[in-house]
């Protein structure tokens, strides 16, 4: 079996699979959003001068990071496992390669435009939003089409990506009119209310399935009515930023936040157990999935422990479950499911060598400083400097790996 070096990478092979061509283009999407906000960084922290922005870069990186490359690594995933589910055929990669192209192209342009044209930048942020709807509605004809009798968890997919065309598109119109405060809202929703509940219905279909095939020992069990739930917690942490934002900020509102945030923790963190977290941890690459999944329940406490720091009039810690959610669970899974994928469809054993290992735990490293960043606000500047250079590394490092693997053949010599 010929090694990497000796299988040549040609950009026509990312038209082999739709799972190559997207993740392709959301790991330049994502590792050129990694070394933007590094940048960034480095120059709040004095390393270098002030970048002239455009458009507030704090903006920028509520975006990207949320609606960005995101979809991408959806989108290789709904096109390779979706006709599946559905007992469709296969989808071809040509058939997505416009939506793809958009939506890389419209996140690109943002990162450009940040630094030398606001309307750039919008225009940017409208092409991703097409080049989403393209995709969004490819994937809901292969749901309508379908004849399989189970297709809940398509058709919630389905859904969420319908609601993230329709954040993206307001987040465009609110760059265009310079209404940031919008913005960030429209960016939290996307992900409260896009991203977070197509990962959660993954999640439930997938982590059951991934750990009674590796360990027969435990069951896969996923009632529709945890599924409900789940997104029914998830859906409630979207009401409250709209809440929030019209000013219901009182004592009663706060408490319910907190009082349902520690519930929701409580849950997630109790089906991770359900699910086999401690016998995963004996199998990597199902380690890093649970582990991952665990972030999800640490954000909602930490959500909880904000309210009521803020409450009492503590500093505010909202950026902690932030980015728990960001950077620990839609990170981790990131790398977890997309290794796993990755691995598959290019033939090769289902496992986490010891590098994507060492960089599933050089993310946790950078999760931690990130999180650090908001808890120690004296030494703030270099742990976020160290923050993005960690994200940056692993990301891109992992980037490369993967990257280079979805422009060669298959190792098995199998098509696709």
Request: hydrophobic share 60%; aromatic share 12%.
């Amino acid at each position: 079996m010929p090694g990497d070096g000796a299988r040549p990478w040609r950009l026509s092979t990312l038209l082999a699979a739709p799972h190559r061509l997207s993740f392709f283009t959301a790991t330049c999407v994502m590792s050129a959003a990694a070394a933007w906000w590094w940048v960034e960084m480095l120059a709040r922290s004095g390393a270098w001068p002030s970048l002239e922005m455009a458009v507030p870069p704090t903006f920028v990186h509520a975006v990207v990071m949320s609606l960005g490359f995101m979809p991408l690594f959806f989108s290789g995933f709904l096109f390779t496992a979706g006709p599946k589910w559905l007992q469709m055929g296969e989808v071809q990669a040509r058939a997505i390669a416009p939506g793809v192209f958009t939506t890389g192209a419209g996140w690109l342009a943002l990162l450009c435009g940040s630094l030398v044209s606001h309307g750039l930048a919008s225009a940017g942020v409208a092409l991703a939003a097409i080049g989403w709807a393209m995709l969004t509605w490819r994937f809901l004809g292969l749901v309508r089409r379908s004849p399989a009798r189970d297709r809940l968890h398509a058709k919630l997919i389905a859904v969420a990506c319908s609601l993230g065309v329709l954040v993206m598109l307001s987040a465009a119109v609110c760059l265009v009119l310079g209404d940031y405060r919008i913005i960030r809202l429209a960016a939290l929703l996307g992900l409260w209310w896009f991203i977070v509940p197509v990962y959660v219905t993954v999640a439930h279909r997938m982590i059951p399935f991934f750990t009674a095939s590796a360990l027969p020992v435990l069951d896969a069990w996923r009632p529709n009515w945890l599924l409900w739930t789940l997104l029914g917690l998830v859906g409630v942490q979207g009401c409250w930023l709209v809440l929030e934002e019209l000013g219901w900020q009182g004592p009663v509102w706060l408490g319910l936040r907190a009082v349902a945030s520690s519930a929701s923790g409580a849950l997630v963190i109790g089906l991770a157990v359900r699910w086999g977290l401690v016998q995963s941890l004996r199998i990597r690459l199902l380690a890093m999935l649970h582990i991952g999944f665990v972030w999800l329940g640490l954000a909602f406490c930490l959500d909880a422990a904000s309210v009521i720091l803020g409450a009492v009039g503590q500093v505010q810690l909202s950026l902690l479950p932030l980015h728990a959610l960001t950077m620990g669970f839609l990170g981790s899974v990131l790398i977890a499911m997309v290794t796993r994928v990755s691995c598959g469809h290019s033939g090769r054993t289902l496992t986490a060598d010891n590098l994507a290992w060492g960089l599933f735990w050089g993310l946790q490293v950078a999760v931690l400083l990130r999180m650090s960043a908001v808890l120690w606000s004296a030494s703030s500047p270099a742990l976020l400097v160290g923050a993005a250079s960690a994200w940056l590394l692993v990301m891109g490092a992992w980037s490369l790996r993967y990257g280079r693997w979805y422009g060669q053949p298959r190792v098995d010599g199998r098509p696709g």
